[in-house]
T-cell receptor, first 116, second 110 residues
């Protein structure tokens, strides 16, 4: 099956710093990538949808200036959490769909962000 | 009303037993349905896509009931390794957005 990687898998940072998370599709070209956030014991919450070469579409309540998404190529999307605060601590997961998949999303392993 | 609802559980089931859980969805125009499995602190992994006629994969059977707007997952001869959270996922429009249920926690006991 298609493989999606995320880096880093875990990051701890101080409040006020920015953190960049990378999401890569390793063996396919991802026309669309999604960024999710999952708090403990809760479901995945979609943050934004990004299509290669265009601006991301953010879900209601997600600050686009705080969560910067760049989808510069068909295999890479990045999420930057700017001026992170403790309430941003969460599990961030990306997913990708390729041209040949039908509504099936392939997930990255996730990034656990802890903001001190 | 939540768009996708699941019983959070946990379902405590002895090894070897059969367990089933349902997921209801609110949008009758929903087109695609999936069951994902998520282990603790890991990303979700696709377990099954749910087709209109239902489908079976080994010990797992998924069914769709459009009239009552629910999908079900049946696990037969449960194994300890089946312990996980099972997430119901629904897509109801032409884009690829998925709406996720909060998950049902399953614990298989020896």
């Amino acid at each position: 099956g298609a493989v999606v990687s995320q880096h880093p898998s875990r990051v701890i940072c101080k409040s006020g710093t920015s953190v960049k998370i990378e999401c890569r599709s390793l063996d396919f070209q991802a026309t669309t990538m999604f960024w999710y956030r999952q708090f403990p014991k809760q479901s995945l919450m979609l943050m934004a949808t990004s299509n290669e070469g265009s601006k991301a579409t953010y879900e209601q309540g997600v600050e686009k200036d705080k969560f910067l998404i760049n989808h510069a190529s068909l295999t890479l999307s990045t999420l930057t959490v700017t001026s992170a605060h403790p309430e941003d601590s969460s599990f961030y997961i990306c997913s990708a769909i390729g041209e040949s998949s039908y509504n099936e999303q392939f997930f990255g392993p996730g990034t656990r962000l802890t903001v001190l | 009303r939540k768009e996708v609802e699941q019983d959070p559980g946990p379902f405590n089931v002895p090894e070897g037993a059969t367990v089933a859980f349902n997921c209801t969805y609110s949008n009758s125009a929903s087109q695609s349905f999936f069951w994902y499995r998520q282990d603790c602190r890991k990303e979700p992994k696709l377990l099954m896509s749910v087709y209109s006629s239902g489908n079976e994969d080994g010990r797992f059977t998924a069914q769709l009931n459009r009239a009552s707007q629910y999908i079900s997952l049946l696990i037969r001869d449960s194994k300890l390794s089946d312990s996980a959270t099972y997430l119901c996922v629904v897509n109801w429009d032409s884009n690829y957005q998925l709406i996720w249920g909060a998950g049902t926690k399953l614990i298989i006991k020896p």
